[in-house]
T-cell receptor, first 113, second 115 residues
Framework: DAEITQSPRHKITETGRQVTLACHQT?????MFWYRQDLGHGLRLIHY???????NKGEVSDGYSVSRSNTEDLPLTLESAASSQTSVYFC????????????FGPGTRLTVT | AQTVTQSQPEMSVQEAETVTLSCTYD???????LFWYKQPPSRQMILVIR??????QNATENRFSVNFQKAAKSFSLKISDSQLGDAAMYFC????????????FGTGTSLTVIP
C-alpha cells in the first residue's frame, strides 16, 4: 500500500545545530507540504512543493528550508535550530487537481534544548 | 490568506449522543473545498469528510455529517451515536480552487467522549 513516512519520529537537538527531518511518500503525488503543529495554532504551513525542483514558502518559513530532487522526498532542514522551533512537524502530500485531500505522515516531535 | 476559525477549543459528549463541532471561514472565493480531519492521540491525521462548495447537498459519511451554510461561511461537523473512538482533536480545513493545493487549517477542537 502507498504511504507517507517521516523520520525520525522523535528527535532532541541543541540550539544552533542543523537538523533535517525526512519525508518520503510512495503515492507518487506531485504536491508535498510541511506543517508545524503547536497548541493553539493548529497546523501552520512551513514550505510546500508542487513538483521536482519546485519549492515555495509558507506562512512560517523563517529558519526552515526544503529541497525537492525527486517526486518521493521533501526533506525539511532547520538551518540553526532554535527553542521556538520545538514542535510537532507533519509532512503531507496530495494529488494535483480537485478536490483531492492531503495525506499526512505520522509526525515528528522535535525538541530543541 | 483564508482564515478558518474553530471557536470551541474543547467539547465533550456522552457516549451514544450527538455532538456538533463548529467551523467558520473567511473567503471571497466562490469555489473551494472544505474538510474535517480527525487527529486521535496517535497523532495521525485522518480525513473524516469533505464538502465541495458548489454542491448544495451536505456531505455524509456514516455517523459523520456536515451542515454547510455557504452564505454564512459555516461548516459544522455533526457526529451521531458518539463512540469512545471518536475522542480526538478535530480540525476544519479550507482548500482554495484558485490558489493551488494549499490547505488552511483551524486551530482545532478537542473532543472528549464520556462513557
Amino acid at each position: 500500500d502507498a504511504e507517507i513516512t517521516q523520520s525520525p519520529r522523535h528527535k532532541i537537538t541543541e540550539t544552533g545545530r542543523q537538523v533535517t527531518l525526512a519525508c518520503h511518500q510512495t503515492w507518487n503525488h506531485n504536491n508535498m507540504f510541511w506543517y508545524r503543529q503547536d497548541l493553539g495554532h493548529g497546523l501552520r504551513l512551513i514550505h510546500y512543493s508542487y513538483g521536482v525542483q519546485d519549492t515555495n514558502k509558507g506562512e512560517v518559513s523563517d529558519g526552515y528550508s526544503v529541497s525537492r530532487s525527486n517526486t518521493e522526498d521533501l526533506p525539511l532542514t532547520l538551518e540553526s535550530a532554535a527553542s521556538s522551533q520545538t514542535s510537532v512537524y507533519f509532512c503531507a502530500s496530495s494529488e494535483s487537481g480537485t478536490p483531492y485531500e492531503q495525506y499526512f505522515g505520522p509526525g515528528t516531535r522535535l525538541t530543541v534544548t | 490568506a483564508q482564515t478558518v476559525t474553530q471557536s470551541q477549543p474543547e467539547m465533550s459528549v456522552q457516549e451514544a449522543e450527538t455532538v456538533t463541532l463548529s467551523c467558520t471561514y473567511d473567503t471571497s472565493e466562490s469555489d473551494y473545498y472544505l474538510f474535517w480531519y480527525k487527529q486521535p492521540p496517535s497523532r495521525q491525521m485522518i480525513l473524516v469528510i469533505r464538502q465541495e462548495a458548489y454542491k448544495q447537498q451536505n456531505a455524509t459519511e456514516n455517523r459523520f455529517s456536515v451542515n454547510f451554510q455557504k452564505a454564512a461561511k459555516s461548516f459544522s461537523l455533526k457526529i451521531s451515536d458518539s463512540q469512545l473512538g471518536d475522542a480526538a482533536m478535530y480540525f476544519c480545513a479550507y482548500r482554495s480552487e484558485n490558489t493551488g493545493n494549499q490547505f488552511y487549517f483551524g486551530t482545532g477542537t478537542s473532543l472528549t467522549v464520556i462513557p
